[in-house]
């Protein structure tokens, strides 16, 4: 499965958008880009997975660059309980999941 | 989404007995679950993939003699950490999943061992 790079902190203030950024400028064509988040002492939490088109659920959105070289998060309207670990994982659906260092996302009143 | 549950969600044992956790998949059939462990303000690391009715395969440098994994159906995997001991303890953490889908992570297993 491709690498993934992200930043390891970002802070968001209440209410705003969090855009939380992933490279992954290895990825093959037949691998998807899932995110999954940790809140603290907790088990890892989905939020939306994609192959090339944008995808958008009632956590998240997911945008993709037109190459896959790289995608973004976007939690609309973050809050304080959105705080956690995000990750962004590459892999091809049989694959099992590998984690990065994610980034660490603080939202801040 | 689908639920994962994990049996206990912390333990505290004595250096040198076993201690055995349970996984399982509430609302689907898994057919393959999955065991991580994570030290604290690390990630998670990927110990072993297991198929329902098949031997685990275990990551490099995971000892699969100390770390038995049972799948014994397709709603429960157990992981035994045999002769456990301080450097053990770490947070386990099973995920399942159903064919190709994605996979749902159970809430986690804190593990002491004194």
């Known amino acids: 499965d491709a690498k993934t790079t992200q930043p390891p902190s970002m802070d968001c203030a209440e209410g705003r958008a969090a855009n939380l950024p992933c490279n992954h400028s290895?990825?093959?064509?037949?691998?998807?880009v899932y995110w999954y988040r940790q809140i603290h002492s907790q088990g890892p939490q989905y939020i939306i997975h994609?192959?090339?088109n944008n995808e958008t659920n009632e956590m998240a959105s997911l945008i993709i660059t037109e190459d896959r070289k790289s995608s973004t998060l976007i939690l609309p309207h973050a809050t304080l309980r959105d705080t956690a670990v995000y990750y962004c994982?590459?892999?091809?659906?049989?694959?099992?999941?590998?984690f990065g260092a994610g980034t660490r996302l603080t939202v801040k009143p | 989404g689908a639920v994962v549950s994990q049996h206990p969600s912390w333990v505290i044992c004595k250096s040198g007995t076993s201690v055995k956790i349970e996984c399982r998949s509430l609302?689907?059939?898994?057919?393959?679950m999955f065991w991580y462990r994570q030290f604290p303000k690390q990630s998670l690391m990927l110990m072993a993939t297991?198929?329902?009715?098949?031997?685990?395969?275990?990551e490099q440098g995971v000892e699969k003699d100390k770390f038995l994994i049972n799948h014994a159906s397709l709603t429960l995997s157990t992981l035994t950490v045999t002769s456990a001991h301080p450097e053990d303890s770490s947070f386990y953490i099973c995920?399942?999943?159903?064919?190709?889908?994605?996979?749902?992570f159970g809430p986690g297993t804190r593990l002491t061992v004194l």
């Open positions: 995920s399942a999943q159903q064919g190709f889908n994605e996979q749902f």
């Open positions: 290895t990825i093959s064509g037949n691998e998807y």
């Open positions: 994609g192959l090339k």
């Open positions: 994982i590459v892999r091809v659906v049989v694959n099992d999941m590998r």
């Open positions: 609302d689907f059939q898994a057919t393959t």
């Open positions: 297991s198929n329902e009715g098949s031997k685990a395969t275990y």
